[in-house]
T-cell receptor
C-alpha cells in the first residue's frame, strides 16, 4: 500500500519492560512525526524528523522516550521502563515537506500500547 | 500555553440532520485544520483554512476561519452514517510543523 504503516497494531506489555514501535512513512516524504493520543484526548506532539536535520524532540515527555529515523525513512519510537501512564495510541504521520500551509500530514493507523 | 477548546464534546444526531461544531483558542492562529478520525484509524485531513473569514467547503462539509482568528467552525449538512467518528481541530504553534489539537467532537448517529 501507499499509506503510512505502523507496527505492531497492538502491544500489551508489563510495567518496567521496554517497547519499540515502528513507522514506515510514505515513500518520498521527508518529514515524519510521532504523536501520542490518550483516551478521549487530542493528539500530543512527541517528536519531528525532517530530512537529515537534527530532530525536534521537544515533545518527548521524559528521557524514557527516544526515537530514531534510519536512512531518512523508517522510524522507531522506543519507550524504556514502561509505566502505566504510557498506555495510549501512538500515531505516526509523514508529509512531503514540513510547511503546514502547503502540505498535509498523512497518518498511520497507530499502535495501541497497553501497560499492565 | 496555547490550548484549543472544542465543543460540543459529543453529539447524538439523527441521520439527515445538520451538524455544527466549533473550536476556540485564547490566542491567534494563522491556520486552522479540521481532521476526522474513524475508529482504529489515524486522523484524515478534511479542510484547511489559511485566512481570517475564509469559508471553505469539501462536499457536505463547510468550515470557516473566524474573523478574530481565535475560532473556527465546522458544519456538516444532511449527515449520513459514515459521518460517525471524532472530529478534531488543530493549528500550528511556534514552528510551522508542530500542531496542537483540540480534544475532539465525537459524532454519533442515532439508529
Amino acid at each position: 500500500g501507499a499509506g503510512v504503516s505502523q507496527s505492531p497494531s497492538n502491544k500489551v506489555t508489563e510495567k518496567g519492560k521496554d517497547v519499540e514501535l515502528r513507522c514506515d512513512p510514505i515513500s518520498g516524504h521527508t518529514a515524519l512525526y510521532w504523536y501520542r493520543q490518550s483516551l478521549g484526548q487530542g493528539l500530543e506532539f512527541l517528536i519531528y524528523f525532517q530530512g537529515n536535520s537534527a530532530p525536534d524532540k521537544s515533545g518527548l515527555p521524559s528521557d524514557r522516550f527516544s526515537a530514531e529515523r534510519t536512512g531518512g525513512s523508517v522510524s522507531t519510537l522506543t519507550i524504556q521502563r514502561t509505566q502505566q501512564e504510557d498506555s495510549a495510541v501512538y500515531l505516526c504521520a509523514s508529509s512531503l515537506v514540513s510547511y503546514i500551509s502547503t502540505d498535509t500530514q498523512y497518518f498511520g493507523p497507530g499502535t495501541r500500547l497497553t501497560v499492565l | 500555553g496555547q490550548q484549543l477548546n472544542q465543543s460540543p464534546q459529543s453529539m447524538f444526531i439523527q441521520e439527515g440532520e445538520d451538524v455544527s461544531m466549533n473550536c476556540t483558542s485564547s490566542s491567534i492562529f494563522n491556520t486552522w485544520l479540521w481532521y476526522k478520525q474513524d475508529p482504529g484509524e489515524g486522523p484524515v485531513l478534511l479542510i484547511a483554512l489559511y485566512k481570517a473569514g475564509e469559508l471553505t467547503s469539501n462536499g457536505r462539509l463547510t468550515a470557516q476561519f473566524g474573523i478574530t482568528r481565535k475560532d473556527s467552525f465546522l458544519n456538516i449538512s444532511a449527515s449520513i452514517p459514515s459521518d460517525v467518528g471524532i472530529y478534531f481541530c488543530a493549528g500550528p504553534v511556534d514552528s510551522n510543523y508542530q500542531l496542537i489539537w483540540g480534544a475532539g467532537t465525537k459524532l454519533i448517529i442515532k439508529p
